[in-house]
T-cell receptor, first 114, second 116 residues
Framework: DGGITQSPKYLFRKEGQNVTLSCEQN?????MYWYRQDPGQGLRLIYY???????QKGDIAEGYSVSREKKESFPLTVTSAQKNPTAFYLC?????????????FGPGTRLTVL | AQTVTQSQPEMSVQEAETVTLSCTYD???????LFWYKQPPSRQMILVIR??????QNATENRFSVNFQKAAKSFSLKISDSQLGDAAMYFC?????????????FGTGTRLKVLA
């Protein structure tokens, strides 16, 4: 089955530690995205990648880093510089990065900082 | 700056009835896309419907349709013949690419309850 997988579903981290969230897609999509969702808010774009080996900052990139070494993978690292990392993180992909391209979302990862 | 506003935090509808969810947005651009997404309790976002700003005709997808008023910057979602499975959070979103920059702005969502 084609789709997007995110792991783990739940993640706990101690303050001061970096943590990496996994996102894999087998849809052969060029573009991938990371969003953050907080209670009572919509999604906010963290980073996006239009093609392998390239990525751009979204609206809230501070304290996060990404890589795009393979077309199917777009891991997100939440660094210790992120002041309020507890949130629900969603990964998405689309066939291209045009404004009208449909984004397909993964099931999400809930990150809790202890 | 672009913004998306959903003024109804929660709505209720009787099964088989029709409900309309409101969305307004602010932009100075003329070419963009608007979306409605559904987020059920599983929290996986699902695209419901999409509208291209340069198309005057309102988009429809089965029981879902939009009322797109470009001059008023309004983009409401109408759900006809509501079903129990329609219960979810609904997010309105705006997308624009310009000069290599990608903008995807979501509203704060409307929780839809469907009453049996």
């Amino acid at each position: 089955d084609g789709g997007i997988t995110q792991s783990p579903k739940y993640l706990f981290r101690k303050e001061g530690q970096n943590v990496t969230l996994s996102c894999e897609q087998n849809l052969n999509h060029d573009a991938m995205y990371w969003y953050r969702q907080d209670p009572g808010q919509g999604l906010r774009l963290i980073y996006y990648s239009q093609i392998v080996n390239d990525f751009q900052k979204g609206d809230i990139a501070e304290g996060y880093s990404v890589s795009r070494e393979k077309k199917e993978s777009f891991p997100l690292t939440v660094t210790s510089a992120q002041k309020n990392p507890t949130a629900f993180y969603l990964c998405a992909s689309s066939i291209g990065s045009g404004a009208g391209d449909t984004q397909y979302f993964g099931p999400g990862t809930r990150l809790t900082v202890l | 700056a672009q913004t998306v506003t959903q003024s109804q935090p929660e709505m209720s509808v009787q099964e088989a009835e029709t409900v309309t969810l409101s969305c307004t947005y602010d932009t100075s651009e003329s070419d963009y896309y608007l979306f409605w997404y559904k987020q059920p309790p599983s929290r996986q976002m699902i695209l419901v419907i999409r509208q291209e700003a340069y198309k005057q005709q309102n988009a429809t997808e089965n029981r879902f349709s939009v009322n797109f008023q470009k001059a008023a910057k309004s983009f409401s979602l109408k759900i006809s013949d509501s079903q129990l499975g329609d219960a979810a959070m609904y997010f309105c979103a705006y997308c624009l690419t310009t000069s290599g920059t990608y903008k995807y702005i979501f509203g704060t969502g409307t929780r839809l309850k469907v009453l049996a």
